[in-house]
């Protein structure tokens, strides 16, 4: 039997214990069976003899979500720390049109030579993000990104954990008034985690709306689809209808980009529960420590791919550097064209009025010679 049947067996078993009248019963059926267990019984005799010893009723197991191995990260390469002196640096801020490359510049320079992956969320307004991450980054308790039931994350922030690097992002309201900053975040992402609140059903308009915005720019619908994540929370709140409504959402997302999402449900308050009360059953079932290793999974999986896509996109950025320097030449070109035409000019007056001045002095001299 394999190990990982071995835990499952084990799981099942603290499920059934978990049901049991007694804590010290359960306790006493766990201990007992992991010893029985090791000394090589056939696993289902063992658990059949524990139910019988133990009157235990045929009550079907609660199976825990199954804790998914945690594969260890491949991180994508990084980019070189000097990429251009300063000096550089200086005379571009001189020659640029539009200053605003360069700090784009810089911002992806930076994010590009982060050791760790860049998991940037986004969604509506109080769809929990905040809550989400502080599980994400083992800060609960403490609220590392402040939650609440009014406007809460105001200004991106971000935090490091492990080999990832959340950041938690202002949400997008109804009116759509973020969305271009909403975007321009989730262009530094490695990872985008689209973070939508399951009770509020299927995907309103305004979450259609931004998806819809965000393939526009993204370019790429694959490779959009292929970096998210779509995160459903408040998990415990709507449990039974919750398949229904992912189907739904299913559907939307897969009419706006032309492939299917990756979707995963979760409850941070079962999560918190459990962590709080040490029921590691409720942890399971929160659906969290899937999400994390489904984000190692797709971690690895990018991580060439990453590398290929920071340079994209510093490759068409320094294509409209390129761009911008080529139109500050052009202005320059024409501003010297303009100068050396007035020079022209301004020489051909003071030309012709040499020239007047010199016969002037001729006919002077004519005349005083005539005398
Ligand atoms: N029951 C339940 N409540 C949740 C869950 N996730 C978040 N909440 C609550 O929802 C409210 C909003 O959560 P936040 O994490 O601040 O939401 P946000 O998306 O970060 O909000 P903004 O930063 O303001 O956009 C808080 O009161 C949380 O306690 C969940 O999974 N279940
Ligand atoms: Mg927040």
Redesign the pocket.
């Given at each position: 039997m394999s190990n990982a049947e071995k835990a499952r067996l084990l799981a099942n078993l603290r499920g059934v214990a978990e049901q049991a009248s007694t804590n010290s019963q359960a306790q006493n059926i766990s201990d007992t069976f992991q010893n029985k267990y090791n000394s090589s019984q056939p696993v289902i005799k063992v658990f059949d003899d524990f139910k019988r010893k133990y009157e235990l009723p045929d009550a079907p197991v609660i199976a825990p979500a199954k804790a998914e191995p945690i594969p260890v990260l491949t991180l994508p390469t990084m980019l070189p720390k000097e990429i251009y002196s300063a000096k550089v640096q200086e005379q571009l801020k001189r020659t640029l049109q539009k200053p605003q490359l360069l700090v784009d510049l810089d911002d992806l320079l930076l994010t590009s030579q982060q050791q760790g992956f860049r998991v940037v969320n986004t969604?509506l307004?109080?769809?929990?993000?905040?809550?989400?991450y502080n599980c994400l980054v083992d800060a609960v308790g403490e609220e590392r990104f402040k939650?609440?039931?009014v406007?809460?994350?105001i200004t991106s922030q971000e935090h490091q954990h492990g080999d990832f690097i959340y950041i938690d992002t202002?949400?997008i309201d109804h009116i759509g008034a973020e969305t271009q900053e909403a975007i321009k975040a989730l262009k530094t992402a490695d990872i985008v985690l689209f973070?939508h609140n399951l009770k509020s059903g299927e995907l309103d308009k305004s979450e259609v709306v931004f998806l819809q915005e965000v393939s526009k720019h993204w370019g790429n619908n694959t490779d959009f689809i292929k970096r998210t994540v779509f995160v459903m929370?408040?998990l415990?709140?709507v449990e039974a209808q919750s398949a229904a409504i992912i189907s739904q959402i299913n559907k939307q997302v897969t009419q706006i980009f032309g492939a299917s999402p990756l979707i995963k449900s979760?409850?941070?308050?079962r999560y918190r529960k459990g962590l709080n009360e040490n029921k590691h059953i409720l942890i399971e079932r929160s659906g969290v420590p899937s999400l994390v290793a489904c984000l190692h999974h797709q971690a690895n999986a990018l991580s060439a791919d990453i590398s290929q896509q920071r340079m994209a996109r510093l490759k068409s950025l320094t294509q409209a550097i390129e761009l911008d320097i080529q139109e500050s030449m052009a202005v320059l070109q024409n501003k010297r064209q303009e100068v050396a035409t007035q020079l022209s000019q301004q020489k051909a007056v003071l030309n012709e009025g040499l020239d007047k001045i010199a016969k002037e002095i001729e006919q002077m001299l004519t005349r005083y010679n005539e005398i």
């Open positions: 969604g307004l109080k769809a929990g993000k905040s809550t989400l939650t609440g039931t406007r809460t994350t202002p949400g973070i929370t408040h415990a709140d979760i409850s941070s308050m």
